[in-house]
């Protein structure tokens, strides 16, 4: 069974400084690893995914992430946080094949003015 | 959200009564869900579509039934045997075929409220 584990239910920062939200996975296969950011009573937006090829993936709005086999991590980061990063962070996984996505319980991101 | 509709908006409904949700994709995809998010549990899927006039449970099925008659229509009717249908309900579609990487989008979503 695949499954994602977001450990912080709220992560705050300072805008300006670094911003990571952590994300582990568990599949029985290759991991096919995606971040989407859901805004207040929105659908969720895309950021980025990892697929295959190089470990440090870069998304939309400055975003990027770092995927790590051994630790079984997809930690999402941005250099800078803004004020309108604020909002809800999902990681996903799906097994090479599978049509179905496991999601995280999803990571509140607060960016203090 | 783009290519993705979901209508209406915003639903009331009573105890007792069905109500049908609609999405609608113009991206020619194949694939086609339905999840449900309730506050700090994240993301469940109800029903999932792989091809027209095919559809399979998800982890949460029971008091929902689909159709998929049409690729670009899935609509979801939430039925009077779910027992707390209270929700954000979000549709998502994804292209291609099994195997393949591409990525599920999502609508802009509904959110039910049974009164």
């Known amino acids: 069974a695949q499954s994602v584990a977001q450990p912080e239910d709220q992560v705050n920062v300072a805008e300006g400084n670094p911003l990571t939200v952590k994300c582990t996975y568990s599949?029985?296969?290759?991991?096919?690893l995606f971040w989407y950011v859901q805004y207040p009573n929105r659908g969720l937006q895309f950021l980025l995914k990892y697929i295959t090829g190089d470990n440090l993936v870069k998304g939309s709005y400055g975003f990027e992430a770092e995927f790590n086999k051994s630790q079984t991590s997809f930690h999402l980061k941005k250099p800078s946080a803004l004020v309108s990063d604020s909002a809800l962070y999902f990681c996903a996984v799906r097994d090479y094949g599978n049509n179905r996505l496991a999601f995280g319980k999803g990571n509140q991101v607060v960016v203090i003015p | 959200d783009g290519g993705i509709t979901q209508s209406p908006k915003y639903l009331f409904r009573k105890e007792g009564q069905n109500v049908t949700l609609s999405c609608e994709q113009n991206?020619?995809?194949?694939?086609m869900y339905w999840y449900r998010q309730d506050p700090g549990q994240g993301l469940r899927l109800i029903y999932y579509?792989?091809?027209?006039?095919?559809?399979q449970k998800g982890d949460i099925a029971e008091g929902y039934s689909v159709s998929r008659e049409k690729k670009e229509s899935f609509p979801l009717t939430v039925t009077s045997a779910q027992k707390n249908p209270t929700a954000f309900y979000l549709c998502?579609?994804?292209?291609?075929?099994?195997?393949?990487?591409?990525?599920?989008?999502f609508g802009p979503g509904t959110r039910l409220t049974v009164l």
């Open positions: 579509s792989q091809i027209v006039n095919d559809f």
């Open positions: 599949v029985s296969g290759n991991p096919y």
């Open positions: 998502a579609s994804r292209g291609a075929k099994r195997g393949r990487t591409d990525t599920q989008y």
């Open positions: 991206l020619n995809h194949d694939a």
